[in-house]
C-alpha cells in the first residue's frame, strides 16, 4: 500500500543529513559540554555551533538563544518567567483565542493564581486585529503572546505591527513560533521581537529540542533550576545530540527556505484547487493570503472528519482533524470556533500539512481516494438522515 503522510505540521521526519550530523554525539562524542576536558570542550564546540546555526535562521545573536526541551517548554518558561519576573509591575497577560495549547493552559494555570488574562479573537481571516490588541492594554500587561503562524488553519499574524503596539506600551511581546520557522521569513530584530519560542521536529530535527530568544537585555525568571547550563539561564546537562540535530536542521531551513516554500505551496494549492473543484459542499477555512505554504484546512459537510481520517488511513494516508493534541478529545478546535465556523462543521474538518519529501503522486491519490471516501460517507450519512438518525 502506498504511504502517503499529510501531518507535517504535528511532526516531520529527521532529515537524513541531520541523522548523520547527530550519530558521532551519541557514542563517541558523548562527553558532558561542561567538562573541562577535551571530550567535555568537543561537546561545548558542538553546542556553541548549533546556537550560531538556530540564530543564523533568525537573524539573532548566538547568545540570545537558549535551548530547551521544545516549543512547550519555551511557552511555558516565557509565561511562568514573565509572569514571576514582573508580578510587581502588573498581573495582565493578553494572548489569542487561537494559542497552542502550550500557551493557553498555561495561561489558564496562571488564572488560578491571581492573573488576569485577555484571549483576543480573530477576524474571518483568522488575523488579530491590531486595534483590539493595542484597546487590550493596561498599566498592568506585563506580557503580549501572539503566535506568528496558527498550528491548524496556518494563519500568519501581522508580527512586526503588532509588536510595534507592545514596544509603544512598553510592554514584552512574545511569540510562539514553532510552525513559522523554516515556513515564513524570521528576522527577529527587524519584526520587533523580545522572545520567541521554536521547535526542532517540526523542521525535520529531532523532538524533545527546542530553543526561546531572548532578546538581550530581557529579563525573565528562570524555569528550571539546577546548573550553569544555558548561560545559568537554563539548568539541566544539555541535550546534546537534540541540540546537534537542531542546529543541522536550522541551517538546511535556512538554505532551503526558498525551494521549500515553493514546493509546499504548489503542492497544497493543487490539494485545495483540486478538492474544491471535484468534491462537492467543502470548504477551505482560513485566509490563502497569508497562510502556511503547506496547510490546507477544509471542510467537508455533513460528515465526520473522524471518520474521513480513519478511512484515509486504512489507504495509507495520514491526516489530522484539528491540532494533533486535541485530535484524540471530542472537544470541537478551539481555533475553528473562534473563525466562527459552526459546531458540526467543524467535525467535518480536516487538516492536510505537505512537506519536503511531499510529491504531486502523493496529493494526486489523496485527492482520487478522498473523492471515494467522501461520496461513500456522505452516503451512509444520507441513508441516516432518512431513518430520521
Ligand atoms: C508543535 C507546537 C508546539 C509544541 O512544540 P513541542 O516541541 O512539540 O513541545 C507549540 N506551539 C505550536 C504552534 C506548535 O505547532
Not at 350 to 354: A, D, N, P, Y
Given at each position: 500500500?502506498?504511504?502517503?503522510?499529510?501531518?507535517?505540521s504535528a511532526t516531520t521526519p529527521v532529515k537524513d543529513e541531520v541523522l548523520q550530523e547527530m550519530i558521532p554525539y551519541f557514542s563517541e562524542k558523548f562527553g558532558n559540554p561542561s567538562s573541562l576536558y577535551d571530550k567535555g570542550l568537543e561537546a561545548k564546540a558542538a553546542v556553541t555551533h548549533a546556537r550560531e546555526q538556530v540564530a543564523s535562521l533568525i537573524g539573532a545573536q548566538p547568545r540570545e538563544v537558549f535551548f530547551t526541551a521544545g516549543g512547550t517548554e519555551s511557552d511555558n518558561w516565557v509565561v511562568f518567567g514573565v509572569a514571576d519576573k514582573l508580578k510587581d509591575k502588573g498581573n495582565h497577560i493578553i494572548t489569542t483565542k487561537v494559542e497552542h495549547h502550550a500557551m493557553l493552559h498555561s495561561c489558564q494555570f496562571l488564572e488560578k493564581h491571581g492573573y488576569d488574562v485577555t484571549y483576543l479573537d480573530i477576524d474571518k481571516d483568522g488575523r488579530i486585529r491590531p486595534e483590539e490588541l493595542e484597546a487590550a492594554i493596561t498599566e498592568k500587561t506585563i506580557l503580549?503572546?501572539?503566535m506568528m503562524v496558527n498550528n491548524e488553519i496556518g494563519t500568519v499574524q501581522p508580527i512586526k505591527e503588532l509588536a510595534a503596539i507592545a514596544k509603544k506600551h512598553g510592554v514584552l511581546f512574545h511569540t510562539d513560533a514553532v510552525q513559522a520557522l523554516g515556513n515564513v521569513p524570521i528576522d527577529v530584530k527587524n519584526l520587533g521581537i523580545d522572545l520567541m519560542s521554536m521547535s526542532s521536529h517540526k523542521i525535520y530535527g529531532p523532538k524533545g529540542s527546542g530553543a526561546l530568544y531572548i532578546r538581550r537585555g530581557v529579563r525573565l525568571s528562570n524555569y528550571l533550576h539546577g546548573g550553569a547550563q544555558e548561560s545559568g539561564r537554563?539548568?539541566?546537562t544539555e541535550n546534546l545530540t537534540g541540540i546537534v540535530g537542531f542546529g543541522k536542521a536550522a541551517e538546511l531551513a535556512q538554505k532551503n527556505f526558498d525551494q521549500h516554500v515553493a514546493h509546499c505551496s504548489s503542492l497544497r494549492n493543487h490539494l485545495?484547487?483540486?478538492v474544491l473543484a471535484e468534491i462537492p459542499d467543502t470548504f477551505v477555512n482560513g485566509t490563502m493570503e497569508y497562510r502556511h505554504p503547506g496547510n490546507a484546512n477544509i471542510t467537508f459537510k455533513y460528515i465526520e472528519g473522524e471518520a474521513i481520517l480513519l478511512l484515509l488511513n486504512q489507504s495509507g494516508i495520514s491526516v489530522s482533524t484539528g491540532s494533533a493534541c486535541s485530535s484524540a478529545s471530542l472537544e470541537p478546535s478551539h481555533v475553528l470556533s473562534a473563525l466562527g465556523v459552526p459546531v458540526e462543521m467543524i467535525h467535518g474538518t480536516?487538516?492536510?500539512?505537505?512537506g519536503d519529501l511531499t510529491t504531486m503522486e502523493d496529493i494526486d491519490y489523496t485527492v482520487d481516494t478522498l473523492k471515494k471516501v467522501v461520496s461513500r460517507l456522505r452516503e451512509i450519512s444520507s441513508v441516516n438522515t432518512e431513518k430520521g438518525w
Open positions: 500500500m502506498r504511504n502517503v503522510y499529510l501531518d507535517y503580549i503572546s501572539i537554563r539548568a539541566g485545495v484547487e483540486r480536516v487538516r492536510f500539512t505537505v
